[in-house]
């Protein structure tokens, strides 16, 4: 099978993250049917500099022929807020990449490295944040601007908000979760009131699966006291991007997440959350886990790939127990001592050989 990949490396870690996750997938090419043909999409805000865009037109057409897209990060120091990350709403509108799809897994050899105590995390952490992806306030509609007033309008249409809605349902039932949690902020934002009819009224399809509504605030506060109880969340663009940073640090380290920007069937872009890291780039000292999850999801969701898929978590589990980059080693001396530190490479050499091993079985 020949699949075209579209890689965007983009700025700071992105690079050096994105070169692990390719490995991967060579590793896969090796001992499969695939074929992979990597395709460089430049963008960023190098390329920004570079050629005045941070998403070139060339860049763009060649993703959306693409089979799906490998992305690592975006952002420089020295540019205007925004002017390098804009490129990623770009692709996230442009290709109606509605959902964004962000799994926070605390693997049980990092569960020292989760901030909260034992009695918060008890049989462990595993959850799916579903996070609409192209609307509310990163529609950018009516922004206005003058001297004294500026204004962001939230949009919600009911196609976007159906079909996010329907997603997370669909997606809890094939994961067999009980319960499919909405986010809003209901008892202010209109919105956020026409989210939550259009959640009862789709929930009424799904009455074998539970039913929740938290308010934002309440939730940010329940993913720290009960996160071990949350299974499928759906919820608006902005309030999955604020809860799914925060979710993310209680898996050891930013750099073990993983997302999926996805329009199911069609091209999807797939990126570790964390950012492009300025302070780290260039030290080979990157956590390449986020990127090779992504891969993961890549070949779970839009190659239908389950079973390889599974080897990748497993080959993450069990190189967990033999070394780790900085951001993921124990605090605990004793366990520290018998496990390497890795670099980067180091670390997707080490996932590699252990994905190549179980492919071979
Ligand atoms: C994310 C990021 C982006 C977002 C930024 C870079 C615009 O934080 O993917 O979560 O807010 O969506
Ligand atoms: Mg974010």
Redesign the pocket.
Known sequence: MKKKIAIARGDGIGPEVVAEGIKILKVLQNFSDYQFDFIETPLGGQVLKDTGTNLPQKSFDLMKKSDAILFGAI?LPGLPLGAA?SA??KIRQGLDLYVNLRPIKLFESLRDKCPLKEEYIQDGIDMTIIRENTEGL?AKIGAEVSDNIVINKMIYTRKSVERIIKFGFEYAKKKGHSEVISVDKANLLECSQFWREIYLEIGKNYQDIKQRNFYIDAFCQWLIRKPYTVQTVVTENMFG?II??EAAYLIGSLGMAA?GNINPGKVSMYEP?H?SAPDIAGKGIANPIGTILSVKLMLDESFGEKLYGDLIENAVELSLEQGRTIDILPKNELRKGKLKTLNTNGMGDLISQHFQTLLKK
């Open positions: 952002g990350e990623i709403s990163y991007d799914s940073d997302s959350i950012g």
